[in-house]
């Protein structure tokens, strides 16, 4: 091939069109300006959406159940009710405390307590004040079944002007008040109730002691709002 001749091939190449890209390769890298063109006019026609206020999407979130008040079910409330009535309970700590039971225990009182509560009379006694279920009327129970009254001859020593004041408690044996137990000091009466009913000396002493500086009455009911 002459020189002229590629030259002339080369020309002709040169001039001929570029081939161009169809509207269906466009549109397959790029949308088209007539689709977008669209789609921003139709959404141009929708209606906007509502704003909700933060107060209605409160009021759309789904509000849990509310618990009821049930004091009857709370552990406090099963173990008081158990210790008052005599039964088996735990403690707060943990403590299995057993439940209350009669103990035919003979009373070394040195008044023989034993001619005059019998067994059957203990067990009555044991009894009516379990069945009553309920700290403040055992109290006040305790409290109408012990009467103070003075000794017959004070003989205080020096150093020792509390025991000037020593009454003596009588223990009532039936509702008519017909037979009582006399005891010389509380030391005797607290190891005869601990016996006839099963109750710590505490409880017993507590009643005494409140019944010496209020003779009048029973002593006051425990309150919720005073504990708290």
Not at 167 to 183: A, L
Not at 190 to 213: C, G, Q
């Amino acid at each position: 091939m002459d020189i002229h001749e590629a030259l002339e091939v080369l020309i002709s190449s040169s001039s001929m069109p570029l081939k161009r890209e169809t509207s269906e390769e466009v549109c397959e890298d790029n949308p088209c300006s007539s689709q977008s063109e669209l789609s921003e006019g139709t959404s141009s026609l929708q209606p906007p959406l509502p704003v909700s206020s933060s107060s209605e999407i409160i009021s759309q979130q789904v509000s849990g159940k509310k618990r009821t008040r049930n004091p009857e079910k709370w552990k406090k409330t099963i173990r008081q009710r158990l210790r008052n009535n005599g039964g088996a309970y735990f403690s707060v700590k943990g403590k299995a405390m057993a439940k209350k039971e009669f103990q035919n225990t003979p009373c070394l009182c040195k008044k023989r307590c034993n001619t005059k509560f019998s067994e059957k009379e203990r067990r009555r006694i044991f009894e009516s004040f379990w069945k009553l279920g309920d700290y403040s009327k055992q109290n006040i129970y305790i409290w109408g079944c012990v009467q103070p009254c003075s000794v017959r001859r004070k003989r205080p020593r020096e150093g020792c002007g509390s025991h000037a004041d020593t009454s003596q408690f009588e223990w009532c044996v039936n509702q008519h008040r017909d037979t009582y137990g006399s005891f010389m000091g509380h030391f005797d009466l607290l190891n005869l109730v601990a016996v006839a009913e099963n109750e710590t000396k505490a409880r017993i002493r507590f009643n005494l002691m409140e019944k010496m500086v209020q003779p009048c009455g029973p002593p006051p009911e425990k309150n919720e709002e005073i504990l708290q």
